[in-house]
Every structure is written in structure tokens, then in C-alpha cells.
């Protein structure tokens, strides 16, 4: 046997004393060997571009479509059939984000246990058949039990989706492809306006069906039909993928090594759920991006009124749904815009900041104004700013609380959770009662995004000031490399 080496892991690095699994050393000739940024690697991370990227960005795009679409079947002919009042359809809302929340977290225990193919395919299978039986709903009873069991299945995608990427992508990939990814939410927002006006139009009252149902119906089966087609396609892990060659699996596990401080599921130690959730509790800076999390749910939960405030200046009907593309257009654009700007600076919380301030403005304008065009085109840019913030949020949480990777899993969903309970409340923001200019909603939106433009610099000044103490690299390489052979990686 080859002479083998015992790697301590310390108590400072959030584990009791422990010893890890023992190292071949001839992983340390493997890790030295690995070079970033070769012609190699980037051959490598386009190759995974193509096939992972088109499957969770159709798959998120049909998830935000299920889950928003309510917002076009109520202004095309859902209220009117239920003489839905503002505070039902508040809970109709409100009974998603419950669900939602409660079960996001016992969801990512599923993940370690289940192939991601057919976990996230599979979800979006499930969801697809709820979202098509709201079309047979009779009242709104019946419509708020099926968004809460929406919720229930949902809320495994997007921590299972988080956990997949990182996976495959290093730290400073990661940002970019979950940028490309939140780009569903816009997208989905512009073509649900888009497919429901359509659908409004043309098919209400085909075979006896009004266009709300006809709405449910085809987004549900078709988001049905997607995941089955992605459960085909869809890779699981590098160690297991046949369309990799023998070289290019041994260099995906060399990236995942070199890169595993930030990206691996836990090659340095062990820490148990308990040791893990112990941790996360314990550090100060999670209770800080919860809070800026919840400000940024409760600020988004804009979207699901948008119809209605697109309405209330004067667009209805059909043409209101179609008012609703330039918003979600705008959020698309700056969603990108400042995630890869922020990126190239490497620095979100001063990007977090600036769509912070911008989205201050713009909802300020839209209430003092009264002229409809001008609200229209300050309320787009207002919009499409708070959607900018999301994705850097998340991906600062994963920056700054990136080890062990048991704490950074368990902050991410603890983050991700509680922040959008803010949905719960958020719902109510926009009553009825409140039209035209519905200026309480407006006032609680421009006071959240302002917090978070504050909020922001203030949590990177004491990040600054009080860093975490991360493990030595060299350790984490090897252990990563042992880790990836103990999986099933028989290549290395």
C-alpha cells in the first residue's frame, strides 16, 4: 500500500477534533497537476454549459410560471366568476408562501438521497399536473388548497438546484450561471403577459372553458411535459456522466478539489445536521442577510399585482397582459446587467446598493406622479431594480458563508426560507381598497428597498472587519480529491 498521510481538521474551522479519511498521495501529484483556466477547462465548462444550463432555466421558467400566473387569471376572468374580494385573493397567495416556507427546508434532506435528474425533473412533473387541475376549481377554496400543495412541491427546486450547481461549477462560475438562471423568473413573467393575453383573447369560452382555465391547463401540462423531457437529458454528476471522457471527469474533480472550499458538499470532516444547524444559529452575519432576504421577498412581492397595477393605469383586459412584457423585459436586462457587473468589480454589495437606490427613486416617481405614462415607465425600471438584488443576495451568502459546506447548505436554506416568509405579509399589500395609486403598497416598497440600499454597506463594512477564518486550502484540495474517489470517481 502507498504511504498515506492524516489530515486534522480544527475545532476552529467548526468541527470538534476529529481526523478525516486518509489521503493517497498520489491525489497530491493529481490536485498539483490541475491548471486553472486552461483551453482544457474551458473546453470542459462549455461542454457542461450546453447541457445544464438550457435544463434548469426551462425547468425554473416553468416553476415561476405556475407559481405567477395567478396574478393574469385574476384580471382575465378568475375575480369576476368568484367574485374574488382583495383579501381572498390575498389568501390564495399567502397559503403559497406558508407551504413554501414550512417545507423548504425538510425538502433539502432529500437531496443527498435522490439523483438530482430525476429529483428536479420529477418535481416539475408533479407541479405541472397541480398548476393544470386549478382549471377545475369552482371557488376559491378550492384554488387556495391547490396553491398551498404548489408550494409543498416547489419548494425543493430551488435549494435542489442550488446544490446541483455546485456540483459541477467552481465559486466564481457559479455567480454568473445563477444569473443566467434567474433570468426564468423575468422571462416567464414577460411570457406568461404574453401567453395570457393570447390565451384571454382567442380561446375564452372554447369547449365551454373561460380563458383563465384554458391559462392553468396548457402552462400546467406543458410544464409536465418538460420535465419529463429534461429527466432524459439532464446529467447527474461528474463521476457518473456518460458523455464525459475519462480526462475530462478526472478534470471536472480536479476543478471541484482545487475550488472546494466553496463548492463541495462536504469533503473536509463530516458535520452533522445538528453540528451544522448549531452553527448556522450561532453566526451573526445569517441573521443579517435574513433580514436583507426578507426585505427583498417582501419587496418583490410586487409581482403577483403587477396585472392589476398595470390596470389601475388604464391598460386592461388583454391589453393589460400584454403591458406586462416591458416590465418583466426590464428586470431581465438588469438582472443580468448587474450580476455579471458585479461580478466583474467583485463587489454585490455595492451593486446590491446601487439597484437599491435606483429602485427608491423610481417607486417614489411613480407615486408622486400623476400622469399614467410616466408611472408606467418608472414603475418598469422600479421593478425590473428590486429583481436585480435577488440574485445577489443569494450569491453573497454563499460568498461570505462558504465553509463547512454542512453550514453553508443549511444558511442557504435557513436564508432562503425565512426571507421569503416576508411573502406572507407582503401579499397584503396591495389591496383593493387602495386603487388607483395604491400608495400604502408603493410607500412599504420604497422603504424596504431604501433599507436595503443602507443595509447593504453597512453588512459589508462588518464582514470587512469581522471575516471568517477559512481552513487551509492545501487541505481542503487533497481531502476534496479523497472525497471524489470515495463517491465513485474510479478515474482518479
Same mark, same amino acid.
Given at each position: ?13 467548526g468541527?470538534?477534533?476529529?481526523? =478525516? ?6 491525489l ?17 465548462v462549455?461542454?457542461?454549459?450546453? +447541457? ?12 415561476y ?20 374580494t382583495s ?11 406558508? $407551504?413554501?416556507?414550512?417545507?423548504e ?5 432529500l437531496?443527498t +438521497?435522490?439523483r ?29 388548497? #391547490? +396553491?398551498?400543495a ?13 446544490? %446541483? #450547481?455546485?456540483?459541477w461549477?467552481k465559486? %466564481? ?9 434567474y433570468? *426564468?423568473? *423575468? ?8 401567453l ?10 372554447? @369547449?365551454?372553458?373561460?380563458?383563465? @382555465?384554458? #391559462? ?7 410544464s ?12 447527474? %454528476?461528474? $463521476? /457518473? ?13 480536479? @476543478? ?9 458538499a ?15 444559529? $450561532? ?22 399585482? =403587477?396585472? /392589476? ?9 388583454w ?9 418583466? *423585459? ?29 429602485? /427608491? ?18 414603475l ?34 435557513? =436564508?432562503?426560507a ?26 412599504? /416598497? ?12 453597512i ?10 477564518? *477559512? ?6 484540495v487533497?481531502?476534496?480529491?479523497e ?10
Open positions: 500500500m502507498s504511504t498515506k498521510e492524516v489530515i486534522n481538521v480544527g475545532k476552529e474551522d468541527y470538534s477534533d476529529q481526523q =478525516v479519511p486518509t489521503v493517497d498521495p498520489n497530491l501529484a493529481l490536485a498539483s497537476a490541475y491548471t486553472p483556466g486552461s483551453e482544457a477547462e474551458k473546453a470542459l462549455r461542454k457542461i454549459d450546453r +447541457r445544464i444550463v438550457p435544463c434548469i432555466w426551462i425547468l425554473y421558467t416553468m416553476s410560471l405556475d407559481r405567477a400566473n395567478i396574478g393574469n387569471a385574476k384580471t382575465g376572468g378568475l375575480q369576476a366568476d368568484f367574485n374574488l383579501t381572498q385573493y390575498s389568501v390564495v397567495l399567502l397559503v403559497f408562501f406558508i $407551504s413554501y416556507v414550512l417545507f427546508i425538510p425538502s433539502n434532506l437531496l +438521497r435522490i438530482p435528474s430525476l429529483y428536479l425533473s420529477g418535481l416539475c412533473v408533479i407541479w405541472g399536473g397541480v398548476a393544470a387541475a386549478m382549471a377545475a376549481t369552482s371557488n376559491w377554496q378550492q384554488l387556495a388548497g #391547490l +396553491r398551498f404548489l408550494g409543498v412541491i416547489e419548494a425543493g427546486f430551488a435549494p435542489g438546484v442550488a446544490f %446541483y #450547481l455546485s456540483s461549477y465559486r %466564481y462560475e457559479l455567480a454568473s450561471r445563477f444569473s443566467i438562471y433570468t *426564468a423568473t *423575468a422571462v416567464s413573467g414577460a411570457f406568461s403577459g404574453l395570457a393575453g393570447v390565451i384571454t383573447q382567442h380561446l375564452n369560452g372554447a @369547449r365551454g372553458l373561460q380563458g383563465w @382555465r384554458w #391559462l392553468f391547463l396548457i402552462e400546467g401540462v406543458a409536465s411535459f418538460v420535465g419529463l423531457w429534461t429527466w432524459f437529458i439532464m446529467p447527474d %454528476y461528474p $463521476s /457518473t456522466t456518460k458523455w464525459l471522457s475519462e480526462e475530462e471527469q478526472i478534470l471536472a474533480a480536479q @476543478r471541484l478539489a482545487h475550488d472546494g472550499l466553496a463548492n463541495t462536504g469533503a473536509q470532516g463530516h458535520m452533522g445536521h445538528y453540528e451544522a444547524i448549531k452553527a448556522v444559529f $450561532s453566526d451573526w452575519r445569517v441573521y443579517l442577510f435574513i433580514l436583507i432576504f426578507m426585505l427583498v421577498t417582501g419587496s418583490q412581492t410586487i409581482q403577483y399585482f =403587477v396585472p /392589476t397595477l398595470v390596470g389601475a393605469l388604464g391598460w386592461t383586459s391589453e393589460g397582459q400584454y403591458h406586462t412584457i416591458p416590465v418583466y *423585459a426590464c428586470a431581465f436586462v438588469f438582472i443580468l446587467g448587474f450580476a455579471f457587473t458585479s461580478d466583474r468589480f467583485e463587489s454585490k454589495p455595492l451593486f446590491i446598493s446601487i439597484a437599491a437606490g435606483l429602485g /427608491t427613486v423610481c417607486f417614489i416617481a411613480t407615486v408622486a406622479s400623476t400622469n399614467h405614462t410616466v408611472q408606467y415607465v418608472f418598469v425600471f422600479g421593478f425590473g431594480s428590486v429583481y436585480a438584488i435577488a440574485p445577489l443576495t443569494l450569491t453573497w451568502v454563499a460568498n461570505i458563508i462558504c465553509f463547512p459546506a454542512e453550514k453553508r447548505a443549511v444558511a442557504i436554506a435557513l =436564508v432562503n425565512l426571507g421569503n416568509s416576508a411573502s406572507i405579509y407582503g401579499v397584503f399589500l396591495w389591496p383593493a381598497t387602495d386603487a388607483p395609486r395604491y400608495i400604502p403598497g408603493f410607500t412599504a /416598497t420604497t422603504v424596504w428597498v431604501f433599507t436595503m440600499c443602507v443595509i447593504a454597506q453588512m459589508a463594512y462588518l464582514f470587512k472587519k469581522y471575516p471568517l477564518v *477559512a481552513p487551509n486550502p492545501e487541505e481542503v487533497v481531502q476534496e480529491l472525497k471524489q474517489r470515495r463517491l465513485g470517481t474510479s478515474n482518479i
